[in-house]
């Protein structure tokens, strides 16, 4: 809310539903989206009916091996565009060569990521 003035967003992408449901809460204006395609931290995860109702989400599960081939160009056409105008915000949380793969495995599975982990090749 500090980085959009206040202003609740829209449509949150989320990497990990369970772990950053009620975040996402806070930040979603009423009738908002969230689209999640992971929540590793509990594939089951509870979840605050009472609040959510109230708030008119929407949740979308995506698979992107499931999805069409156009909406895949579309999402590479937009990712893009962000990136080319340096829209895309991207948290990285650590950096692993390759010869370190397995260690950026168990970074991954240990959960405690506050970003994504990199594995340069």
């Known amino acids: 809310l500090e980085f959009t003035k206040g202003r609740k967003v829209d449509h949150v992408v989320e990497g990990d539903f369970a772990v950053n449901l009620l975040f996402n809460?806070?930040?979603?204006?009423?009738?908002?989206?969230?689209?999640?395609?992971?929540?590793?931290?509990n594939t089951s995860p509870t979840i605050p009916y009472g609040r959510m109702m109230t708030m008119?989400?929407?949740?979308?599960?995506?698979?992107?091996?499931?999805?069409?081939?156009?909406?895949?160009?579309?999402?590479?056409?937009?990712?893009?565009?962000?990136?080319e105008l340096d829209l895309f915000i991207h948290r990285v949380s650590e950096v692993f060569p390759l010869a370190e793969i397995v260690k950026a495995h168990e970074a991954i599975e240990r959960g405690k990521n506050y970003g994504t982990v990199i594995v340069e090749i």
């Open 56 to 83: 008119d989400l929407s949740i979308r599960m995506v698979m992107v091996y499931a999805m069409n081939d156009k909406a895949k160009r579309n999402a590479k056409e937009d990712i893009t565009e962000m990136l």
């Open 25 to 41: 809460l806070d930040v979603l204006r009423v009738g908002g989206v969230i689209s999640c395609y992971a929540s590793m931290s």
